[in-house]
């Protein structure tokens, strides 16, 4: 019986829900937390497998790349097993890959930051994402274009990075493309926090729709000495 008191307050620890905060609160320690984190990371690498399916065409094809990417955030890649449609890995997946490597050399991720400066967030609530608490904002471009995304964010309740992205182009890619639906999840590795999975599906107007699934792994962080700040949550007892 004296067990009952301790295991009624341990549950309730394990069902809290996070500190109350709005959505300029949130948003404040979120950039700090991202900012922290893209001064500590001196370059990472990893491995990435690509899967495109459509069942009209009844085409297939798969792409595995090892991914570097170094101190000013240019991105390198190297084939290391592919199979499949030869159509579809050399004029989409590798054009997938072309595009990526050409965004981190103009240094477009300033502009492809989700932050207030490049979008407009309401606060909807808290959920729990993967046994992680976290705060839940729709967000809308200042600025639409095809690399912006329209939809909704999950924020980690306490690294304050973004663990989800779920939503849509601003800014439909393609005339022959009826609408797509992307589904993006992070995951922690070291301090960071880097892409876990990638699901999108294209409605095309032709071939009907469209799947590709792209897996992240065996992350290699390079960590840099950088000078400890005061975390947003001390600066509140102070």
């Known amino acids: ?10 549950a309730m620890m394990q069902g809290s829900t996070p500190p109350s905060l709005t959505a300029p609160q949130i948003l404040d320690r979120m950039v700090q937390a991202d900012n922290d984190r893209v001064a500590a990371l001196a370059g990472y690498s990893g491995v990435r497998h690509y899967r495109f399916d459509n069942r009209k065409s009844n085409k297939h094809a798969e792409l595995t790349v090892r991914m570097s990417c170094g101190n000013d ?3 390198t890649f190297e084939v290391v097993a592919e199979s499949g449609s030869g159509f579809v890995r050399n004029y989409i997946l590798r054009k997938m890959i072309e595009a990526e490597v050409e965004s981190s050399q103009n240094g477009e991720r300033k502009e492809t930051r989700i932050i207030p400066e490049n979008y407009d967030f ?63 999840r992070y995951g ?4 960071f926090w880097l892409p876990a999975l990638n699901h999108s599906v294209a409605q095309a107007r032709i071939f009907g729709a469209t799947e590709v699934v792209i897996e992240y792994s065996d992350y290699k962080t390079d ?9 947003p949550e001390e600066k509140l007892h102070r």
Not at 1 to 10: A, C, E, G, N, R
Not at 158 to 169: E, H, K, M, N, V
Not at 188 to 191: A, G, Y
């Open 223 to 231: 960590v840099r000495e950088v000078q400890a700040r005061t975390r």
């Open 188 to 191: 922690r590795t070291d301090q």
């Open 1 to 10: 019986m004296p067990m009952l008191p301790s295991l009624f307050f341990l």
């Open 73 to 75: 955030g240019v991105k």
């Open 122 to 184: 309401r606060l909807v609530g808290t959920e729990a994402l993967d046994g992680r608490d976290s705060y839940v904002l729709d967000i809308n471009p200042k600025k639409p274009t095809k690399f912006s995304i329209r939809g909704r964010i999950w924020v980690d309740a306490q690294d304050f990075a973004i663990a989800r992205i779920q939503g849509q182009p601003a800014k439909n890619p393609s005339f022959w493309i009826r609408s797509v639906q992307v589904v993006q």
